[in-house]
């Protein structure tokens, strides 16, 4: 699958330091997470736990660079967005792919191709035809081939996440930030999922085995308890880091048995999963 290599760069792709992140439809600007510092550095395989309106959608829109902090400094590869022209930050924000929860905001009146056509003709000032290898590339990487033609509307609604994520990919990004992608999957889809996005972080065979940095941020920490290689959980306004799969099997944040639906093994403290 050819794609366009991205700049090499080994500062952290984002970075919050003593950041304060607002609610993103809030006019009075609430604060969802306080002062909080998160590193994400190259290839990490980030999962977020939170429950429902504990604020990762709009910690994931912040890390996107959609919203601003209201307090503190947020990097993205190395550079600090108070500081950078309309120019530069849209430039920045095309190395962030973001996939929205449900699908985000897929257009009905045009085809998954036409969809995905979309931003890479507006990004990159072409027309269809010449957006069509990198379009066809993506839906045989997502495996969509077949819904290439269809529209939204007419496809089964828990393939609209798939559609989104194969959007987000479309433009080559760097990091993936993925909001509840497994929302409303039967187990197969959800197979799908946890299986393509492992790939995706050791290095996909059709990415030339390019590694990609993720983040997933979810309200059921399940089916991802042996993917990803960083934790971490949103809880009361806090950021609560974890650490790696053995630190989240002993910790002993309770927050997490609501996550992981378990209690915790009576004997020693620590989460069952």
Request: aromatic share 6%; hydrophobic share 45%.
């Amino acid at each position: 699958m050819h794609r366009l290599e991205p700049e090499q760069n080994s500062n952290p792709p984002i970075e919050f330091i003593d950041a304060s992140i607002p609610a993103l439809e809030s006019l009075n600007k609430s604060i969802v997470l306080e002062r909080m510092n998160w590193v994400v550095n190259p290839f990490d395989y980030w999962i977020i736990g939170a429950l429902p309106g504990a604020g990762k959608s709009d910690l994931l829109a912040a890390a996107a660079a959609l919203q601003k902090v209201t307090e503190g400094r947020h990097l993205l590869f190395g550079r600090d967005l108070a500081h950078l022209h309309p120019d530069e930050l849209v430039q920045i924000r095309l190395r962030i792919g973001m996939v929205f929860e449900n699908g985000g905001r897929l257009f009905n009146q045009l085809t998954v191709a036409e969809n995905l056509a979309l931003p890479i003709c507006y990004h990159r000032n072409c027309s269809s035809a010449e957006a069509s290898a990198q379009v066809q590339a993506t839906l045989e990487l997502t495996e969509l081939t077949a819904y290439a033609d269809s529209k939204p509307n007419s496809i089964v609604r828990n393939m609209h996440q798939r559609i989104g994520l194969a959007r987000a990919l479309a433009l080559n990004p760097e990091v993936l930030l993925l909001d509840n992608p497994l929302t409303s999957m039967d187990p197969r889809q959800t197979y799908w999922w946890v299986e393509f996005l492992a790939k995706l972080s050791a290095g996909h065979p059709k990415l030339n085995g390019r590694k990609l940095t993720l983040v997933v941020a979810t309200d059921d920490l399940r089916p991802w308890t042996d993917q990803g290689n960083q934790f971490a959980v949103i809880h009361k306004k806090q950021w609560l880091p974890i650490g790696s799969r053995v630190e989240l099997q002993q910790s002993k944040e309770t927050i997490l048995r609501e996550l992981l639906a378990s209690d915790f093994a009576a004997d020693t403290g620590t989460v069952s999963l």
